[in-house]
């Protein structure tokens, strides 16, 4: 795997910034009441998380390494200010759904994350393909929250009614609770697909044939698992 399919692997699977690394809850929880909603804050994040990277990746050699911070927040916040103005002037929709959750894309841990982490130190290519995979990441997580809650919450996705008549909807999923649980949900089966993989990777390079009171996969995973968690 090159390094370019690996930045984008990372953030759409191995380090979801939603599922994985359970960051940018606030909007998370607050905007995913419907699928069109994830689908515009994922997009609308991940278009500054790419351009930041970018700009963040091409100055990282000029920026000094005591006012990086500040220097990162406030190219973050230029690039938001654009954003919102955009979305105002011909999304008008999508503006007036996210309200107040458009600004606060300046202080999302995800993006500052990636600039302190990744764009800081690596080339510009990378960079930017970092942004798009952990963009996609979290936008694709938005979305499949968005659709769930709706479809449950109002038997609807992307306003498209496609529950039967006779359904009737469960008013706590579109509520904060829903989110909650929702999410809960959906991390508990992707630990649960993850899991079970690395038990099957194990136990076809490792298995002698003798299953019966073998505990040799158990074992490999556990062992598996702390040289991960050893080098993160």
Known sequence: MNK???????????ENPTFVLL???????AV???AINGLGMGLSAAAVLIMSNFIISLLRKVIPSGVRVPAYIVIVASLVTVLELLLQAYVRSIYSALGIYIPLIVVNCIILGRAEAYAGKNPVLLSVFDGIGMGLGFTMALTVIGCIRELLGNGSVFGINVMPSWYEPIAMIVLAPGAFFVLAMLVALRNRLVSRKKREKISADSCVGQCIGCNLCSKNLEKSEKKEDEKA
């Open 4 to 14: 370019v399919s690996e930045r984008l692997y990372n953030g759409i699977i191995k």
């Open 32 to 34: 995913t009441t419907s």
């Open 23 to 29: 960051l940018g809850m606030c909007p998370t929880l």
